[in-house]
């Protein structure tokens, strides 16, 4: 069993920045797969970011290249999404979301989930 919870959401002006952090409880961090999803107001949940349990491999979405960084610390057993330049319609909940395999933007692929962190952008 992993516990996800994440931080770091708040209230930003466009073009600021913002540092999520998901804290996973557990002695096998490295052994998952993680991903970061955001669902807005009235629409569905879409995927933002993966990366491989060793840190080596990323994956984005188009929307996000450029200005979103995905990256982990096993040894602190946290994965973390910079996020840079953001937009209005960067507006969602932010969650993050753990996989034994390399699940991409598949979300029935991810085992567990965390609770979700609301980031608002403002214009």
């Known amino acids: 069993q992993v516990q996800l919870v994440e931080s770091g959401g708040g209230l930003v002006q466009a073009g600021g920045s913002l540092r999520l952090s998901c804290a996973a409880s557990?002695?096998?961090?490295?052994?998952?797969?993680m991903g970061w999803f955001r669902q807005a107001p009235g629409k569905e949940r879409d995927f933002v970011a993966a990366i491989t349990g060793s840190g080596g491999s990323t994956v984005y979405v188009d929307s996000v290249k450029g200005r979103f960084t995905i990256s982990r610390d096993n040894a602190k057993n946290t994965v973390y999404l910079q996020m840079n330049s953001l937009k209005p319609e960067d507006t969602a909940v932010y969650y993050c979301?753990?996989?034994?395999?390399?699940?991409?933007?598949?979300?029935?692929?991810?085992?567990?989930w965390g609770q979700g962190t609301q980031v608002t952008v403002s214009s």
């Open positions: 557990g002695r096998t961090f490295s052994s998952y797969a």
């Open positions: 979301a753990a996989s034994t395999s390399w699940a991409l933007g598949h979300q029935y692929k991810y085992d567990y």
